[in-house]
């Protein structure tokens, strides 16, 4: 009851209280609020920035795997003019391949459950393009639907095409060095660049220091290798940062929801926490006013007995000192040293 009191107190008796208190909640709310924010967008920035590193890594593996896989020289006869052509000889050279690599990798395994047919299941894939427009694919892309088969939404050839279509077209308008690029392909986010692979037809392994050169040009233009004599491609390399991305937008989401919650119960527990120590100050005033009012009224009594005296006296006094000035009588005191004494008139 007493805390209930000081409460009552603080939020109607006094408006200085209830004006600090207000205060007081707006500046703890401000304060805690933003310092939950800002440490709620400092977690997702952190995972934002982790993903892409992760997903820059993933090209910079598919690179090294693009010139492992395919020899630049041996593939470009085999180059086609058009992104499905290159595609289907891709299919088909792996068919071709006997080796124990194609046997493994003709082998899949799936979940066991509801899973969307032409899910690019994380999947990465470079393909290489030559001075001429010709292309062929140095890591074909996986789990890919055969012609148009399931829409724009779906991972088929067409979809694949139309991928790689953009990326040429976005680099050929872009800039001489293309940083990691971003490509919204129906309900998926694919992440591309490009490096530039060079081989010199000319160089024979057992004649060391003869056309064991290549020189490189920073401007990215395919045409100025072609004429040291050498053989050059732009690969593009694309990756699918489809989970990364997804698992960013949940992320974001539940720091949100985490953030309205978190701010109400800390707005909250700072109200309750500031009207607990308001209370002794609460509690405070009332005893002054409660002393003041005592006080006043304890003085009351002898004040105005006091002034009942006073007035009394003063009475006393005029009539025992009255001058009439009548012009016909004037009483005095005989005696200066007793006022109570006997008093003398005469006329004027």
């Not at 992760?54 to 795997?65: D, G, H, P, Q």
């Not at 085999?78 to 299919?91: F, I, N, Q, R």
């Not at 949100?256 to 800390?266: D, N, R, S, T, Y």
């Amino acid at each position: 009851m007493r805390g209930q009191k000081a409460e009552t107190a603080v939020e109607y008796k006094d408006v200085n209280l209830r004006c600090l208190r207000g205060r007081l909640w707006r500046l703890s709310s401000i304060l805690t609020c933003g310092v939950l924010v800002i440490t709620l967008a400092a977690s997702w920035v952190a995972s934002a920035l982790t993903a892409r590193e992760v997903n820059n890594a993933e090209l910079a593996n598919m690179r090294m795997e693009a010139h492992q896989a395919e020899d630049l020289i041996a593939a470009k006869p085999v180059a086609e003019d058009e992104v499905l052509g290159a595609l289907k000889s891709a299919y088909e050279r792996e068919e071709a391949d006997t080796s124990s690599f194609s046997e493994y990798r003709s082998r899949a395994s799936a979940p066991d459950g509801n899973v969307e047919m032409g899910s690019p299941v994380n999947t990465s894939f470079s393909v290489m393009v030559y001075e001429d427009g010709s292309m062929t694919f140095a890591v074909p892309p996986r789990n890919v639907l055969s012609g148009d088969d399931g829409g724009d939404s779906a991972w088929n050839e067409w979809n694949v095409a139309k991928l790689v279509r953009t990326a040429i077209a976005d680099r050929e308008a872009g800039s001489d060095r293309m940083a990691p690029q971003r490509v919204e392909l129906g309900n998926t986010t694919w992440q591309w660049t490009t490096w530039i692979f060079v081989a010199n037809p000319n160089y024979d392994p057992e004649q060391p220091g003869a056309h064991d050169e290549v020189a490189v040009y920073p401007n990215g233009d395919l045409a100025d290798y072609e004429k040291d004599g050498c053989i050059a491609a732009r690969v593009f390399t694309f990756s699918d940062i489809t989970p990364s991305v997804r698992q960013l937008e949940r992320l974001a989401v539940v720091l949100v929801v985490a953030g309205v919650i978190g701010c109400a119960l800390l707005v909250i527990t700072c109200r309750k926490i500031i009207d607990r120590a308001l209370v002794p100050v609460a509690e405070s005033q009332a005893r002054q006013r409660e002393f003041l009012i005592k006080a006043s009224h304890e003085l009351k009594t002898p004040m105005a007995s006091l002034s009942s005296n006073l007035a009394r006296w003063l009475r006393m006094a005029t009539r025992r000192w009255r001058v009439k000035t009548d012009g016909r009588l004037t009483c005095a005191p005989i005696s200066t040293s007793s006022p109570h004494g006997p008093v003398r008139c005469s006329n004027w």
